[in-house]
């Protein structure tokens, strides 16, 4: 259960950098 939490936390913050236009900062 830790580990898929741990997937869905890293997918969630990969949707929100891919949201401001992939890993331009």
Excluded: I, M, P, W
């Amino acid at each position: 259960a830790e580990a898929a939490t741990e997937v869905l936390d890293l997918y969630s913050f990969y949707k929100v950098v891919t949201a401001r236009g992939g890993f331009e900062q």
